[in-house]
């Protein structure tokens, strides 16, 4: 079997092809593939599950490509990065469809309120666009990112961790939501990290040499 350094899980969704040029880019000629197969995700060295999309059609193609296994070995074994829908599947449910993630973290992900207010206007979703990101607590996946860098967000659900703990990033729709989430050898985050220009390369950088 072909070394596999990171792994780009291929669930037929995803920006696949920005998400493995960008990884590609700072890797330094390691290895990075997009693969389906199981058996490659279990073996390589690090696992990214990109995410565009909408949540019950992800954990459908998960199930049917029969990915799951192979994904919960990766967030509990090596350097595991979630992007977007990748980081909402962590959670129990998703009210985008009354969804059931994959359940590793406890709490929901919900979707956007649009009686909320934002500079006198009614609160537009999806939340689209660059915004700050707020780091809530140091990490090794924010080195050499500065606090309150802007990152690519493009989503109508954010999740809401029970455990505030895992919370290392948030960002402001009007009101502060987790956007990015941490614990052991896992990082996710709601934002797109191969759309957010530099600050998003060098997140991804970090994570192609962070050891946890």
Known sequence: MRKIDIA?????MGNLR?????????AQGKSVVVTSAPAEI????????????????CMRELDSRKLRDSILHA?????????????????????????????????DVKRFTANQMLNDEKLKIPHMGWNQVYQSKPHALWQNIDEATRFYHVHSYYAEPIDHALVVGETAYPKRFCSVVAQDNIFATQFHVEKSAQAGLQLLRNFVYWKP
């Open 8 to 12: 780009v899980v291929d669930y037929g």
């Open 42 to 57: 279990q073996q390589s060295e690090r696992v990214i599950f990109p995410g565009q999309g909408a949540m019950p059609d």
């Open 75 to 107: 967030a509990a074994n090596k350097p595991f990065l979630g992007i977007c829908i990748g980081m909402q599947l962590l959670f129990e449910h998703s009210e985008e469809g009354d969804t059931l993630g994959l359940g590793l973290f406890k709490g």
């Open 18 to 26: 920005s998400v493995s040029k960008a990884v590609e880019h700072v």
